[in-house]
């Protein structure tokens, strides 16, 4: 047990994550294929010979920490610049600093770190480019989504990317090690841990995440003469402090699913509620915007084709301008989305059409819809018999295109929506043996 004083004293002190932060790859936990014997990124540190990356993987696995120490290590000064806060004034105002202090610097260009690149918008990566291109900065940017669709290509194409992986059970043993004999406050705790799976599982890889639900657990039996850590207490513990929105947890699935069944459900004032509590959770704009897209396509479909060029529009607009103004778009699309009919006709034709495809992948092509490139083909009858729609009245002619053993199967049904009754009425009057009037 430690006296009141020592209580009071940690509370001043920095969250246990922030303390166990290493300064050096000997406390770094993780990412061996990168920082281990033969490592590329131990051999830049090694030679000095440093080049842009960005480092791509989940939350928690030491993006930011391991950006600090090659920093250090190679004595470059450091500069950082977060996604969600900073703009192209605050981009640029780095990099005119980088170059005022370069005289100074002897030749070493200095590391700008940008958390969260993914979400800067493609003006503040276009300011970013002549800076690195002429190596007037390093640049190190760290990001959860894959980068081959959040980053500009000509800035991707300036950089490595590195894939960082999630902590192994070995790690985060390591790490919790490590926790209960170096931090200034726990290692003056009397503290037993007799099981370590609820204390993995909840941590899913992510080191901060671990050394968050430590500080949770201990903070919770704080007084008690000594601390036995087991799966009970770990999960009564979680469930009275779990995390209001956790972009790794299980929150964010609920989250992200009542939103799609909300526009699903023709719901738009739940629909825009739990947007706002995925974006004040700090969710990516754009991961909300494919999932728009998705919807238009999936759920709205049909009834409404312009849903999916509004989705589509909206993707654009959050991926140029970014936060805080992507949030206006991406609420009138939700709200477009969820007003609108809706018809998943689409979707259960294609979903019916793979799985047929799937057992008759030999079924063969009629010969008159083949082409014939070559005389050969043509004397062994292909396009023979093939009639040009265009040439018919009503730019429609009686020809079964389907192959023989699925000839009459049809796939598209259209829904009971405005949109499809003008397409069911043409269908109809052009396949009246496949879509027989009511």
Known sequence: MIGDDNIGRSRML????E???????????????????????KNMMDTGNLSSFILWGPPGVGKTTLSRIVAKSLGREFF???????????????????????????????????????????????????????GTIILIGATTENPSFEVITPLLSRCQVFVLKSLCKEDLQGLLDRALSD????????IEVKETDALFR?????????????????????????????????????QE???????????????ISAFIKSVRG????????????????????LFIARRLCILAAEDVGLANPNALLLANATFQIVHTIGMPEARI?????????????????????????????????????PLYLRNAPTKLMEELGYADGYKYAHEYPGHFVDLEFMPEELKGRKFYEPADNKHEDVLRSRLEACWPKYYNKK
């Open 19 to 41: 303390r166990m932060r290493p300064h050096d790859l000997e406390g770094y936990v993780g990412q061996r294929h990168l920082v281990g014997p033969g490592g590329i990124l």
């Open 80 to 134: 950082t610049l977060s996604a969600v806060s900073a703009g192209v004034k605050e981009v640029r105002e780095v990099i005119d600093r980088a170059r005022s202090n370069s005289i100074f610097s002897q030749g070493l260009a200095p590391i700008l770190f940008i958390d969260e690149i993914h979400r800067f918008s493609k003006s503040q990566q276009d300011a970013l480019l002549g800076a690195v291109e002429d």
């Open 14 to 17: 920095p969250p246990l994550p």
């Open 183 to 190: 931090d200034e406050v726990l290692r003056n705790m009397k």
């Open 329 to 365: 778009p991406l609420s009138e699309c939700t709200i477009y989305l969820a007003s609108s009919a809706k018809s998943n006709s689409a979707y259960m034709a294609i979903n019916e059409a793979l799985a047929v495809a799937k057992e008759t992948q030999t079924a063969s092509v």
């Open 266 to 285: 023709s719901d738009p004032n739940a629909a825009v509620y739990y947007l706002a509590r995925m974006l004040d959770g700090g969710e990516d704009p």
């Open 202 to 238: 909840y941590s899913a890889g992510d080191a901060r995440k671990l050394l968050n639900i430590i500080e949770i657990v201990t903070g919770a039996c704080a007084g008690q003469k000594k601390i036995v850590i087991d799966n009970k207490l770990v999960t009564s513990c979680l």
């Open 241 to 255: 402090n779990t995390a209001i929105y956790d972009k790794g947890g299980e929150m964010h699935y609920d989250v």
